[in-house]
C-alpha cells in the first residue's frame, strides 16, 4: 500500500513491471514476480514532480526500426509532460535513483486538469528521431521529437 492516492497506472510491455503515479508526485514501480500478476514486490521510486500530482503515464520500450529504450512519458499537474529513459539495471541495492534519466521536459498548460501525453507510432524519415504528443488547458496540442539512440541497455 502507498501513502499517497493513486493517480494513474501503465504496465510495461512484457508485463515485468506496473507504474504507479500518485497525488505526491511520486513515481512508484513494482516488478512482478510470476505471470499470474498476484505476487509483486516494490521496486523503485523516484519523485517526478514536488507535491503536484502525476496525471499520467505511457510506456514504451520498442520504438520504430527496432530502437530498444524502455522509456516513460509521464504528464505532472506542474505543466509539463516528462520523457525519461527507464533502467532498472541501474538500481544500486535499495537505491533507484539511476533507474530514472531524464530524457527532456516539454512544456504544456495542465495545473487544474489532468492531461494525457502519448507516444506517436512514427519517426521521422530517417529513424532517428521519435516524437510524441500532449495536450493543454488551453486546447492546444502540440507534437515534441525526441532522439533515438540505440542502445542494448534493458
Known amino acids: 500500500q502507498l501513502k499517497s492516492p493513486v493517480t494513474c497506472l501503465a504496465f510495461s510491455t512484457n508485463g515485468h513491471y506496473l507504474f504507479a503515479g500518485c497525488k505526491n508526485g511520486k513515481l512508484y514501480w513494482f516488478r512482478f514476480l510470476n505471470k499470474e500478476f498476484n505476487s509483486f514486490k516494490p521496486h523503485g521510486k523516484f519523485r517526478v514532480t514536488l507535491g503536484r500530482p502525476l496525471s499520467s503515464i505511457s510506456y514504451r520500450d520498442r520504438h520504430p526500426k527496432g530502437h530498444k529504450i524502455p522509456a516513460l512519458l509521464i504528464n505532472g499537474n506542474d505543466s509539463t509532460a516528462r520523457l525519461y529513459r527507464f533502467i532498472p539495471t541501474a538500481r544500486v541495492g535499495k537505491d533507484t535513483k539511476n533507474c530514472l534519466k531524464l530524457w527532456m521536459v516539454a ?33 492546444n496540442i502540440s507534437c515534441y521529437a525526441y532522439p533515438l539512440r540505440e542502445t542494448t541497455d534493458s
Open 107 to 139: 512544456p504544456s498548460v495542465n495545473v487544474q486538469h489532468n492531461i494525457h501525453s502519448a507516444f506517436c507510432p512514427l519517426l521521422s524519415k530517417e529513424g532517428k528521431v521519435g516524437y510524441f504528443i500532449t495536450g493543454s488547458e488551453t486546447g
